[in-house]
Structure formats: structure tokens, C-alpha cells
């Protein structure tokens, strides 16, 4: 199974912030497409595995703080979403009762 291939890998090859490794790379590596990957690294973090990420890439995280880091990062991201979402609703008024 990819998912379980992917927390191997990063476990073994990817501990901590300093030894990320870039989505394509991890791509090739594994391979798994890159909608794949986001499913897998999402599914594993509902489970309670510490699969950390920045700008560089994902990692196993070590520290506590290297989770929270990214713990800040989704929740911006939530943010932008919510905002985008509520732009969305808004504009739903310049339309007339149509729903799809």
C-alpha cells in the first residue's frame, strides 16, 4: 500500500525538519501521483503520524515543535479557505435563485 510505503520512508530516510524532501521527489521515489500523496499525507496525520511539512517539503517530525510549525501553517491555510468560501457565498447574490 502507498501510504504505509510513504510513512516507511519518511521514517527511515526523512527524520526531522532538516532532511525534507520535496513532494516530486517523493513522487519518483515512491511513485505515487502527486493528488495520491496529499491524500496519503492527510490520512496519516488524522492517525496520529507526525508527517510534518514546510516550503521545502515533508518530513517525519521530531520535535514537538517542528509539529506545531506545522499545525500554524494548516491553520492559515484553513483561513484562506474559510475567506474564500465566504467570497463565494457573496457572490451567490448576484445570481438569481438557480442553484445548479
Known amino acids: 500500500m502507498k501510504k504505509d510505503d510513504l510513512k516507511r520512508y519518511l521514517a527511515l530516510n526523512c527524520q526531522g525538519k532538516a532532511r525534507a524532501i520535496s513532494s516530486s521527489r517523493l513522487q519518483r ?3 505515487i501521483s502527486e493528488n495520491d500523496l ?3 499525507v492527510n490520512r496519516m496525520r488524522r492517525e496520529g503520524v507526525p508527517i ?3 516550503q521545502t517539503g515533508y518530513y517525519y517530525a521530531q520535535t514537538a515543535g517542528e509539529v506545531y510549525g ?3 501553517t494548516l491553520k492559515k491555510m484553513r483561513s484562506g479557505l474559510d475567506a474564500a468560501i465566504t467570497g463565494l ?3 451567490l447574490n448576484g445570481f438569481s435563485g438557480d442553484r445548479g
Do not use: F, L, Y
Open 29 to 31: 521515489i515512491i511513485p
Open 70 to 72: 506545522t499545525i500554524r
Open 52 to 54: 510534518a511539512s514546510d
Open 89 to 91: 457565498e457573496r457572490s
Open 38 to 40: 496529499r491524500k496519503a
